[in-house]
C-alpha cells in the first residue's frame, strides 16, 4: 500500500466561443492508501471528444453539463497498478469515465476490464473498437437502416466517426460511399485508404455543389456528423425514402448564437425523407454484436485505421482543442505520460 500523487484537470469556467486555457485549472491530488474495494489505475490514453464542447454549456443535455471546479470526466485506458478488490488485480487493463488526469483511485465498480488484442494498441477501446466505432454502426444499422447497394454520403469522413462509418457501410453491402473532409490530405486518404469511392474537401467550394457532383445518382443514406451546410446539401440530394443519421453537428458547437436551420425542409416532403438523430448512449445493447463483428474485420486485415496522438496530460486542451480544428486524422488521442518517469 502506498500513496500516490495525481495530475488532474478541471473545468473552472464556462467558455464563451471557443474554450481558452484560462477556463481550466491544472491541480494535484493525493490518494491515500487503498481502501477495500478499490483501485489505483495508471491512464495510458486518454480520449478528447467533440461532445465535451457540449458538456462545457450549462445546458440541459443527454448528458449533464460537467461540474465546475471537478475533475474533466471522459473515457480513458489504463493499467491497475494497486488493487484491494479481487475483481480488478494488478495487471488489469480498464476502460473507464474518470478522465483528465494520470491517476485514478476508485472503486472497483467504475472500471471495466478488457482483454489486449495481439497487434492492436489499447487506444483503439477509445476508438474503433469502442464508443466511436459503436456509434457509427448503431447510426447505419438502426437509425439509417442501411440496405445493400445504398450510395451514402458521410461528413465529417476523416474524423474518428467518419472512418469507422465509411468502412462499416462497405462491410455491411453500401454500394456507393462518398465521404467529405476539411483537408485534400484527408479527402485524398479517404479513397486511397477507407474505401471511399468519391470525397472532396468542403473547404473547396460550395458543400451542395460538390456532393451534386460526387453523387449525381443521388444518396439513399447521409450520415450527419457536421450539420449546417452539409446537411442542407444532403437534403437536395436525397434520393425518395432517403435516410438521415444525425450523430453530430460539429460546425456549431462552438458558436456562440443561434444558427440558421436548413432552407429546404421542404425536401423532407418531397421525398418522403427520415431524419432522425441518436446518441450512442442509447445503443449500447448493440456493444456485444459490435465488438464481436469489429474484432472479426480486424483480425481478417479488413478494418484500417488512423490516430493522432498528442504526448502528455498537460496537452489535453491544446488536443481537445486541435481536434476541434480538424487537426486529427481518426481518432484524437491523448498519451499521458506515465507518473514519476
Ligand atoms: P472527429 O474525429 O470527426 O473530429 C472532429 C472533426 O470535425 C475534425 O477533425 C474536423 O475535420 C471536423 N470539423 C470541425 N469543424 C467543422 C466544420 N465547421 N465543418 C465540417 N467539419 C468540421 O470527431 P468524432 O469522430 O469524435 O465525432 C464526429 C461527430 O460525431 C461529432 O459531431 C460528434 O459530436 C459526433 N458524435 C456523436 C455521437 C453520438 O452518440 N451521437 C458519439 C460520438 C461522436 P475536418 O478537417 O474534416 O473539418
Known amino acids: 500500500m502506498s500513496t500516490a500523487l495525481s495530475t488532474q484537470i478541471q473545468l473552472v469556467a464556462r467558455p464563451h466561443g471557443w474554450p481558452e486555457p484560462s477556463d481550466f485549472r491544472t491541480v494535484s491530488v493525493e490518494y491515500g492508501d487503498l481502501e477495500p474495494g478499490q483501485v489505483r489505475v495508471e491512464n495510458e490514453f486518454l480520449s478528447v471528444d467533440p461532445y465535451m464542447r457540449g458538456r462545457m454549456r450549462d445546458e440541459k443535455s443527454y448528458v449533464p453539463p460537467f461540474v465546475l471546479g471537478e475533475t474533466m470526466t471522459g473515457g480513458a485506458i489504463g493499467r491497475v497498478v494497486e488493487s484491494a478488490s479481487d475483481d480488478l488485480p494488478e495487471g488489469t487493463v480498464v476502460l473507464h469515465q474518470y478522465g483528465w488526469r ?32 459503436l456509434t457509427a454502426y ?36 453500401a454500394g456507393r ?57 444532403a437534403l437536395d440530394a436525397f434520393n425518395d425514402g432517403g435516410r438521415a443519421a444525425l450523430c453530430g453537428a460539429i460546425s456549431v458547437y462552438n458558436s456562440t448564437g443561434t444558427e440558421p436551420g436548413p432552407d429546404n425542409m421542404v425536401q423532407l416532403i418531397k421525398k418522403s425523407l427520415t431524419l432522425e438523430g441518436f446518441t450512442v448512449g442509447s445503443h449500447l445493447n448493440l456493444a456485444g454484436e459490435f465488438q464481436e463483428l469489429m474484432t472479426g474485420w480486424f483480425s481478417e486485415g479488413k478494418v484500417a485505421y488512423d490516430e493522432t496522438v498528442v504526448d502528455g496530460l498537460e496537452n489535453t486542451l491544446d488536443a481537445f482543442l486541435d481536434m476541434m480544428r480538424g487537426a486529427n486524422i481518426g481518432k484524437m488521442i491523448v498519451r499521458t505520460s506515465t507518473p514519476g518517469a
Request: glycine share 16%; charged share 20%.
Open 138 to 173: 448503431a447510426g447505419l444499422t438502426r437509425i439509417a437502416r442501411l440496405e445493400e447497394g445504398d450510395t451514402v454520403f458521410v461528413s465529417g469522413a476523416a474524423g474518428a466517426v467518419g472512418t469507422a462509418v465509411g468502412q462499416i457501410a462497405k462491410l455491411l453491402g
Open 177 to 233: 460511399v462518398i465521404g467529405s473532409a476539411g483537408s485534400d490530405e484527408k479527402v485524398e486518404l479517404l479513397t486511397s485508404k477507407y474505401g471511399y469511392d468519391a470525397a472532396f474537401n468542403y473547404k473547396n467550394g460550395p458543400v451542395r455543389e460538390q456532393l451534386a457532383a460526387a453523387a449525381p445518382d443521388g444518396i439513399d443514406v447521409y450520415f450527419d456528423n457536421v450539420g449546417g451546410d452539409h446537411l442542407e446539401a
Open 102 to 133: 494520470d491517476v485514478v483511485q476508485e472503486d472497483a465498480s467504475g472500471f471495466k476490464a478488457v482483454p489486449e488484442v495481439p497487434g492492436l494498441p489499447l487506444s483503439l477501446y477509445l476508438g474503433m473498437l469502442g464508443m466511436t466505432g
